[in-house]
């Protein structure tokens, strides 16, 4: 502990108590302002209240270049979304956002909504602003809106020091409400399955306070994938809410306070599949059929962050920020139907509560040296509470008895994390730009374990056209607190919810080396490639799966893992016509099960302890293209085209589904009616061909039950802008 606190309070001195040098200063004054707001102002007489808006405007400009540069980027791999881009997507900003993501290159989509970067699980970092949002617990719901987002940056590769926890991917989001009209929306929906859809924002500027504020509803009938390939789901309905606040108050010239308040809070109903015939008997009891069974799912999620950022005006800028996010799943089962059914009827409720401080500074030493440092600390508090109806059974699980018993397997745990970094930017010429970096993590939950992990990026400017970058990241990855499972093994013997084997190891935190390299080309003006190569060798790699009756996922290790994979990328963007195009490669693979054994058989055990298999999430083959072009002045046509080689299938993920392609296409155009002034119309279509296709079949490691892609679906979108 002593040489972690000598660590901090050296890496303060470099930072704030370093004298300014000559060239500090004249970076200091370099600061761009605002030069569109500037513009913007009249050109005669303008009032002093003008000019004050206008410093407003400069001094919020720099605070935001301010907090920028405390998240360098170099090396590492990026993909960027602005807000043109997301209104250009088929459903513009009602788009989800793992549906935005999944146009990113590497990014993979799977059944209840979750994403695969680059062959891992999921593994990926939120940042809104700048400050880490603690993951949620999985589920099927998106805990954050695609609405409030101004920009959105993908990273993957080798990230830089100040990266570290969840590293496959660091999301990277901007909040609206940076500029400073006073303006908002009320959006309207309607689509097919039921689908009914409502949000408003608002946001803009009062003297030193700049809001933006964000509220959705959402209802339909196809809230998770459908396990059968029909049109319509059987007992799917869902009804979501969201929110989102952000509040950002200036303290003088060089300072600000900001808060960020966000809500989710979603019911689902489990899908039936009908047709299903009882495999267990209940006492007095005539088990309801199949398509009549009524489990249900019910997750929230909330965050607070409040934030302080300052500059001292000599090269040195900081941000602290104290963050705090709860997260809960209840599966509520058919007491009757999930018991005679599948052996079990388990109500479980996860829960868990994370806290903490994240600070990031940096300090321009000279014109070719920025160092920066930070530390973050996160507390966590999980809990599960897991009463479960079963029947006894004999040794080889056949039922016993039609009189069920109810078993309690509660459990509490406590987590915590620490970390911090020290890293360098140095432009020793025009053409190149290294950062290099160090940081430390420790982690204390179910393990007690820590690493040094050492950083190094590059980027070469070759000619005025090509850029490459390389990076190399020594990667510490704990174990997510939230999905570790502490199913009691002993409970459940001589019970039909007996476990498949008794090895109950602790999960480990995954340690893995991070090779990238990439170019990028501009073509001409309006074109640019990109391709990237990527290399991870992995011990205790981490993997998740569905191994109970509730929809819930449990963390796992792999001993090791290897992944590798190519991306290639390119763009083109006139005046009216914008398109895109990724194709990316991927093998991803694991060998030998070294925790949460007792979620395996003995046959897939021995299998994976002598072969190296697929991961359940490898996708061999992805790619997307979309193009949009603008018709006139108020007429946008557009679509897009996804596809996937399959996701892996059967004993030990030894095979693979067929692949799909998707296409989606849409038109916007903007009207203005009388005195009500202007309105935006959207008509979409998602999976335009209606092509039926498995996303899982239900085999494989971890997989669960079927689940399809959605049919087609027709949305229609009403959007009425307005200003105050």
Excluded: C
Excluded at 11 to 34: E, F, K
Excluded at 542 to 571: H, M, P, T, V
């Amino acid at each position: 502990m002593f040489k972690l606190t000598t660590l901090a309070s050296a890496v303060a001195l470099a930072i704030v108590g370093a004298p300014a040098r000559a060239a500090d200063q004249t970076v200091a004054q370099a600061a761009p302002v605002a030069p569109a707001v500037a513009a913007s102002a009249p050109a005669a007489n303008p009032t002093a209240t003008q000019l004050d808006r206008v410093e407003v405007k400069g001094t919020r400009q720099r605070l935001d270049d301010a907090r920028n540069s405390l998240s360098p980027e170099t090396g590492s791999t990026i993909y960027r979304f602005d807000k043109s881009d997301i209104a250009k997507l088929p459903l513009g900003d009602a788009t989800p956002l793992n549906q935005v993501l999944m146009r990113a290159p590497g990014l993979v989509g799977d059944s209840y909504g979750q994403l695969h970067v680059r062959g891992d699980h999921g593994n990926l970092q939120y940042r809104i602003n700048g400050v880490v949002i603690p993951e949620s617990i999985s589920g099927f719901g998106q805990t954050l809106d695609t609405r409030f987002a101004d920009q959105i940056n993908v990273l993957t590769g080798a990230l830089p020091a100040q990266y570290g926890y969840r590293t496959a991917g660091v999301i990277d989001i901007r909040t609206k409400g940076a500029d400073l009209a006073n303006a908002g929306s009320v959006d309207v929906v309607l689509g097919s399955r039921g689908h009914r859809e409502t949000s408003a924002n608002i946001g803009g500027t009062a003297g030193d306070l700049q809001y933006f504020v964000t509220g959705s509803t959402l209802q339909n009938d196809i809230g998770i994938e459908n396990p059968t390939a029909d049109k319509n789901a059987i007992h799917d309905s869902t009804r979501q809410t969201k929110g989102f606040a952000w509040l950002s108050h200036l303290l003088g010239e060089s300072s600000r306070v900001s808060l960020m308040l966000g809500t989710a809070q979603s019911r689902f109903q489990i899908p039936n599949v009908p047709g299903e015939s009882p495999v267990f008997n209940l006492v007095g009891v005539t088990p309801p059929d199949s398509a009549n069974l009524d489990a249900k799912q019910r997750e929230r999620n909330n965050f607070q962050v409040l934030s302080f950022q300052s500059s001292f005006g000599d090269g040195t800028d900081y941000q602290v920020a104290l963050f705090n996010r709860s997260t809960s799943v209840h599966y509520q089962p058919d007491p009757v139907g999930d018991l005679t059914y599948n052996g079990v009827a388990a109500d479980v409720v996860r829960r868990n509560v994370a806290s903490g401080l994240q600070f990031d500074a940096s300090r321009v030493l000279n014109a070719q040296h920025t160092l920066r440092a930070g530390l973050f600390v996160q507390r966590e508090r999980g809990s599960v509470a897991n009463a479960s109806t079963v029947f006894p059974a004999d040794g080889n699980g056949n039922q016993t008895s039609d009189v069920p018993l109810t078993i309690k397997d509660d459990s509490q745990l406590k987590g915590h994390l620490f970390g911090a970094y020290l890293q360098d930017e140095w432009q020793p010429t025009k053409a190149l730009t290294v950062n290099y970096g160090v940081r430390y993590d420790k982690v204390d939950t179910v393990v007690a374990e820590s690493q040094w992990s050492p950083r190094l990026g590059a980027v070469y400017q070759l000619g005025q056209d090509t850029r490459v970058h390389a990076g190399y990241a020594r990667y510490f990855t704990p174990p997510p607190t939230e999905k570790i499972d502490t199913t009691s093994i002993a409970k459940f013997l001589g019970t039909t919810n007996a476990l498949p084997s008794d090895a109950n190891t602790a999960v480990r935190s995954e340690r893995s080396n991070y090779f990238d390299l990439g170019v990028s080309h501009q073509l001409n003006a309006r074109i640019t490639l990109g391709a990237d190569a990527y290399y991870r060798d992995v011990k205790h790699l981490q993997d998740e799966g569905r191994f109970g009756n509730a929809l819930i996922y449990s963390a796992f290790n792999f001993e090791r893992g290897k992944i590798f994979g190519l991306e290639f990328s390119g763009s083109y963007k006139d005046d009216r016509l914008s398109a895109w195009a990724n194709l990316s490669f991927s093998s991803a693979k694991g060998k030998g099960i070294e925790s949460g054994q007792f979620n395996f058989d003995a046959d897939a055990l021995a299998w994976i302890r002598n072969n190296w298999v697929h991961l359940d999430h490898e996708q061999k083959i992805a790619a997307s293209a979309g193009m949009s072009y603008r018709l006139g002045d108020s007429t946008t046509i557009g679509g897009d085209v996804l596809y996937g080689s399959g996701l892996r299938r059967g004993f030990a993920n030894t095979e693979h589904l067929p692949g799909f392609v998707q296409v989606n296409a849409s038109v916007a155009r903007s009207f203005n009616v009388g005195g009500l002034g202007k309105f935006d119309v959207r008509l979409s279509a998602l999976n335009l061909f209606d092509r039926s296709y498995e996303l899982r079949d239900g085999s494989g490691i971890g997989v669960g039950a079927p689940q399809f892609a959605p049919r087609r679906t027709i949305y229609v979108a009403l959007s009425k802008p307005f200003s105050f």
